[in-house]
């Protein structure tokens, strides 16, 4: 009795082991490494049959299936669009699916599940996490430039880069060098209900005659940078010329024409001088 179930036992286990053997396994799922909100991308499956053969083949963001592809049915691909991507339908087909129109929430993990027909109906699913990212709203923005400034002035500029995801890493430049982390304070990142960060960096120094250039002016650049994916820049000009005003250019424009009469003036005389002795 004994020998007979110890006979029945390693039956059901050779038979566990060629199922197991010939059994649908996914080898690799692919997905865009980001996208940008607004973007499309494709997400790939593949997957080995061996004895089993493939049945359906399942996208899932999250718990929520979005793609089916049944080769037998009637009409193979069926779509249930969630509320984060769409689906593009003529560019999807198998496991491959083109996703477009993709928004912050399309952010995570991505499954794909493969079933087999039966009489087996094996399921294998495997995963992969597609990052989604919010470029800024524009270039970043310099405030606190004064109209001109005295040797020796200090200077407070604060650059800004609004609404992105990540947070952008900002930093500063002074005349093409980077700015000593001693004039710097530390970035400061809010985080506002949609998910996007708005980051501000403080530059403070003293402007001294040393970083004066020829023209006696300080070239100042702010750099907003998704490191890999994005990277402006917003220059300004630090000046200790005073504005050219409307008074000065007046008295130039009048030194100007006794200048030109000037020269008039002898001409006249000689000619007059010459009418006389004739």
């Not at 087909?93 to 087996?120: K, M, Q, Y």
Request: one cysteine or more; hydrophobic letters at 40%.
């Amino acid at each position: 009795m004994v020998c007979r179930r110890s006979s029945l036992a390693w039956l059901l286990l050779a038979v566990l082991l060629v199922q197991g053997g010939g059994s649908i396994r996914i080898t690799r799922v692919r997905v865009p490494s980001w996208l940008e909100v607004g973007g499309q991308g494709d997400l790939d499956c593949w997957w080995e049959e061996d004895a089993d053969h493939m049945y359906s083949i399942k996208w899932y963001q999250g718990a929520h299936e979005f793609y089916r592809y049944t080769p037998t049915a009637r009409d193979p691909i069926q779509i249930f669009d969630p509320s984060t991507l769409d689906v593009d339908r003529e560019k999807s087909w198998g496991g491959s699916v083109r996703i477009a129109n993709v928004s912050l929430a399309a952010e995570g993990p991505f499954h794909c599940e493969v079933s087999a027909d039966g009489p087996t109906f094996h399921t294998a699913s495997d995963s992969a996490t597609l990052t989604i990212i919010d470029l800024p709203d524009g270039a970043p923005v310099i405030e606190g430039v004064r109209s001109y400034y005295l040797a020796g002035d200090w200077v407070d500029l604060t650059c800004t880069s609004l609404k992105s995801k990540p947070a952008a890493r900002l930093s500063f430049s002074i005349n093409t060098e980077p700015a000593s982390p001693g004039w710097l304070e530390s970035q400061k990142d809010q985080l506002d209900g949609d998910g996007l960060t708005t980051s501000s960096l403080r530059l403070r120094f003293s402007l001294l005659p040393r970083l004066l250039q020829e023209d006696n002016q300080v070239r100042v650049e702010c750099v907003s940078e998704i490191p890999g994916v994005y990277r402006m820049a917003t220059y300004d000009v630090l000046s200790t010329n005073p504005p050219y005003q409307a008074s000065v250019l007046g008295g130039g424009a009048a030194a100007g024409t006794h200048s030109s009469l000037a020269l008039i003036f002898p001409l006249l005389l000689s000619s007059m001088v010459a009418h006389q002795l004739l």
